[in-house]
């Protein structure tokens, strides 16, 4: 059975930092398509950044609203995903989630695994 759990959550103030990861047990990550997606308060889940590996290399993708403040990667021999945030602002405030294996395009949320969930706060 798939588990993915994240951590890194919690409550800094705007300008700060913060490091998510998401580790997976019961299967590694291999080439699957990794995905950090967060919901606001009030708002539907929204994508923020993925990892995929393909024959052509590594690659990145991120929402416009997280570009250059966030960095997805992953760290296959520690079965780990994490997303680096930085210069964090009060509307990044979320619930954030990873996800694994894609079954659509990488910024849908069509995945087959999800995580529980962690609470960023970020105060003005």
């Known amino acids: 059975q798939v588990q993915l759990v994240e951590s890194g959550g919690g409550l800094v103030q705007a300008g700060g930092s913060l490091r998510l990861s998401c580790a997976a047990s019961?299967?590694?990550?291999?080439?699957?398509?990794v995905g950090w997606f967060r919901q606001p308060p009030g708002k539907e889940r929204e994508f923020v950044a993925a990892?995929?590996?393909?024959?052509?290399?590594?690659?990145?993708y991120y929402a416009d609203s997280v570009k250059g403040r966030f960095t997805i990667s992953r760290d296959n021999a520690k079965n780990t995903v994490y997303l680096q945030m930085n210069s964090l602002k009060p509307e990044d405030t979320a619930v954030y989630y990873c996800?694994?294996?894609?079954?659509?395009?990488?910024?849908?949320?069509?995945?087959?695994?999800w995580g529980q969930g962690t609470q960023v706060t970020v105060s003005s």
């Open positions: 019961g299967r590694t990550f291999g080439n699957a398509v």
């Open positions: 996800a694994a294996d894609a079954r659509g395009s990488y910024y849908s949320q069509q995945y087959d695994f």
């Open positions: 990892t995929t590996i393909s024959w052509s290399g590594h690659s990145t």
